[in-house]
């Protein structure tokens, strides 16, 4: 299974951007999907998250700017980000738990994009 992010790059502060990840593989179902961040001599951090019933969680720091979604029919989460703030630079890396065919469930991480906010 491999998670491929895109959708990063340069905004001016109160931008926006929408990360997309795809997973690919030998996927029987996903249940969990989620964002991390880590910002340069930081630790990573969750960002959001969603489940399989479409509940969703955010980190404090992004609640009433971002939105996460999904489209489990094609294996991909999105990450819709208003209203950014230089401190919303980081590397965003998304993460799921995918049910392969047998138990436990694995967890997977994609490569990352990064997202700058600047003027």
């Known amino acids: 299974v491999q998670l491929q992010a895109s959708g990063g790059g340069l905004v001016q502060p109160g931008g926006s951007l929408k990360l997309s990840c795809v997973a690919s593989g030998t996927i029987f179902s996903i249940n969990a999907m989620r964002w991390y961040r880590q910002a340069p001599g930081k630790q990573r951090d969750l960002v959001a998250a969603?489940?399989?019933?479409?509940?969703?969680n955010y980190a404090d720091s992004v609640k009433a700017r971002f939105t996460i979604s999904r489209d489990a029919a094609k294996h991909t989460v999105y990450l819709q980000m208003n209203s950014l703030r230089p401190e919303d630079t980081a590397v965003y890396y998304c993460?799921?738990?995918?049910?392969?065919?047998?138990?436990?469930?694995?967890?997977?991480w994609g490569q990352g994009t990064l997202v700058t906010v600047s003027s």
């Open positions: 969603i489940i399989a019933g479409g509940s969703t």
């Open positions: 993460n799921a738990d995918v049910y392969i065919g047998t138990l436990p469930l694995r967890e997977y």
